[in-house]
């Protein structure tokens, strides 16, 4: 008996960390253009996530670079790799030149950028990063977020 419960909880928790990993891969880009900040209902995380964008843009707007084009565009920051969290989803944090911490989402890399899994804290590294719709599962809903698109690692000239 206790045979077949343990074959019974073991295959549940595979199941478990399977249905997790699909979670993961759940990410999709949804239409900005089609979306309003009003389209994106607001719950007590996305109010503070749009809080910490908000004041995250402010203080990112002297160490980010916006290509003229548009805000569609990518930005850049340079800084100190600081490590990475994982929630429902990875977020990397990195250091800028004036001891800010930033974290954004990492969702997609291109197929140029450097893994997260290859960094090591302390590196100087630059993230081509942008702002973008993606509807997330969980929470179940669209929601802007801040997320990387690109890794460089950068040669460390501090001595």
């Not at 900040?37 to 503070?48: K, L, N, V, W, Y």
């Not at 805000?71 to 990195?94: A, C, Q, R, S």
């Not at 997330?136 to 690692?153: A, K, N, Q, S």
Request: with cysteine; hydrophobic share 35%; aromatic share 6%.
């Amino acid at each position: 008996m206790k045979t077949a419960i343990l074959s019974v909880f073991i295959s549940a928790m595979i199941m478990a960390g399977l249905t997790g990993c699909l979670l993961f891969d759940s990410v999709t880009v949804q239409p900005s253009d089609n979306v309003s900040e009003s389209d994106i209902s607001p719950t007590g995380s996305s109010e503070a996530a749009s809080s910490e964008q908000e004041s995250s843009e402010a203080e990112s707007s002297e160490t980010s670079v916006a290509p003229e084009s548009g805000t569609e565009d990518p930005f850049v920051i340079e800084g100190i790799y600081k490590g990475v969290d994982w929630g429902d989803y990875l977020h990397l944090n990195i250091e800028d030149d004036d001891g800010e911490v930033h974290s954004f989402f990492v969702l997609r890399l291109s197929e140029d950028s450097v893994d997260v899994g290859a960094l090591e804290e302390g590196q100087r590294i630059r993230i081509v990063w942008e702002t973008s719709v993606e509807f997330l599962d969980p929470p179940g809903e669209e929601m802007e977020v801040d997320h990387v698109t690109r890794i460089e690692l950068l040669e460390d000239t501090q001595g």
